[in-house]
């Protein structure tokens, strides 16, 4: 049986993955990057530190975070992240497609 996983470099650095992308997903769901974190039983400095990564490897942002205090913080994909985390499951079907037509013999 064949199989695989994808993930993007740059620079020999991963910018997405896997458990990028479902961080960038669980942000969007939680609206915040400690719930994000949380959910996937991930700590808060390790998610902190994915996505500092990702928004420098990219064009432009891919989260926008607001710090906490009294009202509180927050965490909330850009436009640019909603295209990076939805072009990252495009390339991961498209993908599997590809694995899924090939017969090893």
Do not use: C
Not at 22 to 43: C, D, F, W
Not at 62 to 91: C, H, I, N, Y
């Amino acid at each position: 049986q064949l199989k695989g996983r994808i993930w993007l470099e740059k620079d020999g650095h991963t910018y997405m993955s896997w458990g990028r992308a479902v961080l960038l997903e669980r942000i969007a769901q939680h609206g915040t990057l400690a719930a994000a974190a949380r959910s996937m039983g991930m700590s808060y400095s390790h998610a902190w530190n994915l996505v500092e990564q990702m928004n420098r490897m990219a064009p432009e942002p891919l989260v926008d975070k607001q710090a906490g205090g009294k009202t509180g913080g927050g965490a909330s994909l850009t436009p640019a992240g909603e295209k990076a985390r939805d072009e990252f499951w495009r390339l991961v079907k498209q993908f599997q497609t590809w694995v899924d037509s090939r017969k090893i013999q």
